[in-house]
């Protein structure tokens, strides 16, 4: 299981040191922020995940868990989020910490179940804990990734990339986004203790 973190934090710090256009990805809920205190609800959904499965928002009822927003042809800030994302997945793993993962694709036409579940295993994904969603519209990513996470999702075609935010949003049992964490930040070790005290408490 470290063997395993440290290969992704590896593939992560080099990867980060190539992508320059990090500071286009902006989210209004500024990553390491407490959120509890402002009553921001995620949206009801129904998506397909990496291996076919209906999933929805009632599916995630009663348990936390850490939401991203990611694409498998992201030539930038994806290629250290979701090494990130992997590595606080097996810290957590190893802490014993009840909490589930799901990364919504803001590039749903091209990103079928079958990519997203090559992407995952790309990079280590625990597929019991972890869905990747897709099967919804641009359109209503957009309006989804805004009404949820206070975050913007709008294509950049001089980059040919799509801007979202870089945050992990870690949403409660009742579907509350309690706090937020900076998934660039390769230290996933470090705060990986938060996470786990806020979902223990």
């Given at each position: 299981?470290?063997?395993?973190?440290?290969q992704i934090?590896?593939?992560?710090c080099?990867?980060?040191?190539l992508?320059?256009?990090?500071?286009l990805?902006?989210?209004?809920a500024?990553?390491?922020?407490?959120?509890?205190?402002?009553?921001l609800?995620?949206e009801?959904?129904?998506?397909?995940?990496e291996q076919g499965e209906?999933v929805?928002n009632?599916?995630?009822?009663?348990?936390?868990?850490?939401?991203?927003?990611?694409?498998?042809r992201?030539?930038?800030v994806?290629?250290?989020?979701?090494p990130?994302?992997?590595?606080?997945?097996?810290?957590?793993?190893?802490?014993?910490?009840?909490?589930q993962f799901?990364?919504?694709?803001?590039d749903?036409s091209?990103d079928t179940?079958?990519?997203?579940h090559?992407?995952g295993?790309a990079?280590?994904?625990?597929f019991?804990t972890?869905?990747?969603l897709?099967?919804?519209s641009?359109?209503?990513?957009?309006?989804f990734?805004?009404?949820?996470?206070?975050?913007?999702?709008?294509?950049d075609p001089?980059a040919n990339d799509i801007?979202h935010?870089?945050?992990?949003?870690?949403v409660?049992e009742k579907?509350?986004v309690?706090?937020?964490f900076d998934?660039?930040?390769t230290?996933?070790?470090?705060y990986?203790?938060?996470v786990e005290?806020i979902?223990e408490?």
């Open positions: 299981m470290r063997m395993r973190r440290l934090m590896l593939v992560a080099v990867i980060a040191t992508s320059g256009c990090g500071w990805y902006e989210s209004e500024d990553s390491g922020s407490d959120l509890s205190g402002q009553e609800y995620v009801e959904f129904e998506a397909e995940n209906t929805t009632e599916d995630l009822e009663g348990t936390y868990w850490m939401a991203s927003m990611v694409f498998t992201c030539p930038s994806c290629n250290t989020m979701t990130n994302m992997s590595s606080l997945q097996a810290e957590l793993e190893e802490r014993e910490a009840d909490i799901v990364s919504f694709t803001v749903p091209f179940p079958e990519r997203l090559e992407y295993e990079y280590h994904a625990d019991e972890w869905d990747f897709t099967g919804y641009d359109e209503w990513i957009s309006d990734a805004e009404a949820s996470f206070q975050s913007v999702v709008q294509e001089e801007i935010a870089t945050s992990f949003f870690l409660n579907g509350q309690v706090h937020t998934g660039m930040d230290d996933t070790e470090g990986a203790g938060d005290a979902v408490d």
